[in-house]
Every structure is written in C-alpha cells, then in structure tokens.
C-alpha cells in the first residue's frame, strides 16, 4: 500500500516533471550548437571576462542589498515601488541614466556613468527592489524578550546579524541576475560576459562561441540554485508582520526609515525621469513620439496579454510540482528552470532559432508565435515561484475536504479552489505580463521581419536618433507603462499592508 501511494504521487507529479523539461529545451538545443571550448577557456581571454563580470555584478548585488535594505525597513509599499525600474525596459533605463549622467550632461566633466563604479551601482539599483523583496520576506522579529530586557549590542544582535543571511541571499540572487544582464553595461561600454554573448551573437555571427563563453555561468548558477533551495516544505509565520519594522522605533524612527527609501526611489526613478523630461523638448515633440511608437506598444501590450495567462498557466503546473516534491523531501527538476533567468536570454534565442528551424514550429517561423512561446517557457518560472510562495500560506483541508464530501469538480473548483488561488494568479499574471512587456534581448533575435517592440524600438533610437527623440519615447514608454505598474502593485500590495 505504501509503494502504491508513492507511486501514485510521483506519477501525479510527472505532469510537473515534463513541464520543466520543456522550459529548459531551448537551453538544453543551446548547449548541443556549443563550439571547441579551448577557444575562451584554454587561454586568459575567457578567463578575464569571466573575472570582470564577476567584479561587476558583485559590486552591483552589494549596492542592491544596500539599498534594498533601506527600502525594505519602510514597508511593502516601498519595496513595490523600487521594483520598478526592474519591469521597465533596460533600454529605457539605460537611456535616462545616459541622459543623466552622460558625457553630456551637467555632471560629465566629473561623473559620468560610463565609469565602471558608477556604472554598476547604477546596474544595482534597477535590482535595489528585488533584494528588497527577498529581505523583506526573511525577516524575523526581534521577539518579546527584546522588549522586556535590555541587550548589549542590541543593533548587531537584533538588527544586523538575523540580516546577514538574507543578505548573502539576497546578494547571490542578484549577482546571477545581473551578471546575465546585457543591456545596460552594453549601453554603459562595460564588457561583461553576457555583453560579449550578445557580440558573438549578433555582430560576430558566432553562435557557438556565444553558446562556449555562457557554460561556466550556467555551471555557476545550477551550482547556487542547488545550495539555495530549500530541502523541506517550511514557512515562517512568526516573524514581523507586514507592517512592522525590524527595530523598534516611534513616530521619529519611522519617520527617518521612509526617508531613507524615499531618497533610494528618489535616486532609481527621480534621477533619469527628470533627466528626460529636461532634455525633452515641447508638448508636441512627445505627443509625435507618442504616435510614431504606439505600433510597437499595441503590439508588445498583445503579446504580453497572450503570453502571461500562458505563463500562469504553465507556472501553477510546476509550482504544484515543486510543493509536493517539498512536502515528501523528493527532488525535483522544476527549481532548475530558473536556469533561464540566470543565463544571457542571447543563449536561449539560439536555442528557440534552432527550434523554429525544425517541426512544427518551422510553421510559425516568421510569425510572432515563436517569440510568444519563448516570452513563455522564459518567464513560467517566475510565475512557479510566485505559485508556489503563495501556496505555502494556505492549507490543502478545504480541497481535501471537498473530494471527501463528493463535491463536483466544476463547483469544487469555482468554491474552493479558486478563492485560495486567485491571489497567487493575480500576482503571478501582474509580475509576468510586466517582464514580457519589458523583454529586449529576446526580442533583438526573435522578432520577425515587419514587426517590432517597444523595447528594441527605444534601443534601436539610442543609436540612431538624438537625445530628444530618445527622451519623448522613453517618457511615452514610461506613461504607457505607469498604469500597468501601478495595477501590478496593488496586486502584490493586496492584503500585505
């Protein structure tokens, strides 16, 4: 009875299982059109931009977990709000902290952002609301102890140290994050590993090289995801809640905590949006932007409406994976599709130009499904973890209690399952629908002839076109992106505060 019982869980959890291997068969195609490795690992070349990389994006992740403790000190409302450059287009980022801190701009003499320090804390704060999210979620509090006996040292004991392994969390997060990030150091002239992908890619039309140079990245990052998930189905529910803070602190203290995340969001958003506005000419220079760029946003808004549900979808099938093989201590291949969010996205476009070329896609080669799909497996994962943070917060009796008692599946679904799962897939739909609208690098490689996005369409002007014209189209991005950002926070925000 026993073995018929595991075997009818494992067989339950196949379904989960196939999933996750479908979301790495752009990697894995990848991986076989990979070239002679002694070209970048059996000389220095590979090793030193694999050294630069690494002292990049540890520099970026320090200054993220810097500022995201700031933010996170002052509540979920600022946390949210500090996400957002990370759901808006590295292109439209890039180009206001170009803007702002360009050769050109005021501080250019003395500052400029093609500094590689600057440069990375300018990377570093885009991720400043991600290693917010993650610290602000691990938080514990202090306890009644702390508030009947007086500690020594009460900042390092009660504060600082409960931090650091959030903090090393944290900082791991964002360091694979940015290190697969492309775009602003391409824009900023830093070269990284993930910008050199994109040269082999598109100027060196060498995708087996660009394949090679991503191997030790991917080694590195399958090694973190496997010392980072966890072994067993925990969640803490004793910690802070949601509106408390880490230390306490009256009127005064709270005061000081919301001006400290007020001066980070005045920094990672305040700071290139009036850059833009001051280089942006007249009323009717927007406007005409507006217009010359609304083909490119209806038509990236449509992709992104199609494909986030799908990644709804896809992403509850592989976070009820991963919460059974937690429940029963079993391992699981769905933590490891976050592989593609660690990886250059360059890689993953050779995988999906493979995959197009062959059936049955090759029916939809120059058509805009193939880059639908890869919007989809890319972002699935994103939607798994948010499934699966959602569903370790509820109980399974209601469910359970249901089936015992002969309840239909229409009405059991509609009753049951769907008032405990709305929230998961409200915020799984918002988080994905917002990073599909955003993708770039993808999109450079995916999008067929005839078509576009607004995120290449701005990365294309920031060579082209001058800093006005690239200013009117970021602020039309911007303005267009704004209600999506705002309906998107107040989903996560739903009944945190």
Same mark, same amino acid.
Do not use: K
């Given at each position: 009875?026993? !073995? ?19 979301? @790495? ?5 990848? /991986? ?20 630069? +990389? ?14 995201? !403790? ?20 590295? #292109? /439209? $980022? ?6 702002? /801190? ?11 952002? =093609? ?5 990375? *804390? ?8 991600? %290693? ?60 990284? =590993? ?8 598109? *100027? ?32 803490? +529910? ?50 005409? %932007? ?29 976070? #009820? ?14 933590? =490891? ?8 996205? !360059? ?22 499904? $193939?880059?639908?799909?890869? =919007? ?54 918002? $988080?994905?629908?917002?990073?599909? $609208?955003?993708?770039?690098?993808? #999109? ?20 082209? *076109? ?10 039309? %991005?911007? @303005? ?18």
């Amino acid at each position: 009875m026993i !073995a018929d019982r595991r075997t009818r869980s494992y067989g339950g959890a196949l379904p989960g299982e196939a999933a996750a291997v479908l979301v @790495l068969l752009p990697l894995l195609v990848a /991986l076989l059109i990979s070239g002679e490795y002694a070209q970048w690992w059996g000389a220095p070349r590979g090793w030193l931009i694999l050294l630069d +990389t690494l002292c990049f994006a540890g520099l970026s992740a320090a200054v993220a977990v810097a500022a995201g !403790a700031v933010v996170a000190r002052a509540g979920w409302a600022w946390v949210v709000g500090a996400c957002t450059p990370l759901v808006l287009p590295a #292109s /439209l $980022v890039g180009s206001a902290w170009i803007v702002a /801190l360009g050769r050109n701009a005021p501080l250019g003499g003395w500052v400029t952002v =093609y500094d590689g320090p600057i440069a990375a *804390a300018v990377v570093g704060l885009r991720y400043a609301g991600l %290693a917010g999210l993650i610290l602000l979620s691990q938080r514990q509090a202090p306890g009644p102890a702390a508030t009947v006996f007086a500690a020594r040292r009460a900042w390092w004991w009660l504060g600082v140290r409960p931090m650091l392994r959030s903090m090393l969390l944290a900082w791991t997060v964002v360091l694979l994050w940015a290190s697969a990030e492309p775009i602003l150091p391409s824009m900023f002239l830093i070269h990284t =590993y993930a910008t050199q992908v994109l040269i082999q890619t598109n *100027a060196l039309l060498d995708p087996a090289g660009a394949v090679t140079l991503a191997v030790p990245m991917l080694l590195a990052g399958g090694a973190a995801l496997t010392m980072l998930m966890p072994r067993r189905l925990r969640w803490t +529910t004793t910690g802070a809640g949601p509106g408390e803070a880490w230390s306490r602190g009256g009127r005064a203290n709270g005061w000081v905590r919301r001006s400290g995340a007020g001066a980070v969001l005045l920094l990672t958003m305040g700071v290139p949006v009036v850059a833009l506005v001051a280089r942006l000419s007249d009323g009717a220079a927007f406007a005409a %932007a507006w217009r010359d760029a609304w083909p490119e946003l209806r038509h990236t808004l449509w992709l992104a409406g199609i494909a986030a549900p799908c990644c709804v979808l896809l992403g509850w099938l592989l976070g #009820s994976c991963w919460r059974h093989g937690l429940a029963q201590r079993r391992w699981t291949l769905v933590p =490891y599709s976050l592989l593609v969010l660690v990886i250059p996205p !360059a890689v993953l476009a050779l995988g999906w130009g493979e995959l197009a070329s062959r059936w049955p896609l090759v029916e939809w080669r120059d058509t805009s499904a $193939v880059l639908g799909l890869a =919007y989809v497996l890319r972002f699935a994962p994103i939607a798994a973890v948010v499934m699966l943070v959602t569903s370790l917060r509820r109980s399974d009796a209601p469910d359970a209690a249901a089936r015992v008692h002969g309840v239909p599946w229409r009405r059991r679904v509609l009753r049951v399952t769907w008032p405990t799962h709305r929230r998961g897939v409200v915020n799984a739909a918002a $988080v994905c629908l917002l990073f599909i $609208v955003t993708e770039l690098e993808m #999109s450079l490689l995916l999008t067929p002839a005839g078509t576009n996005t607004i995120g290449v369409r701005l990365y294309t002007l920031i060579h082209t *076109a001058p800093d006005a014209q690239v200013a009117a189209t970021a602020l039309a %991005a911007l @303005l267009t992106f704004v209600p999506l950002i705002v309906v998107a926070g107040a989903a996560v925000l739903w009944r945190q505060t």
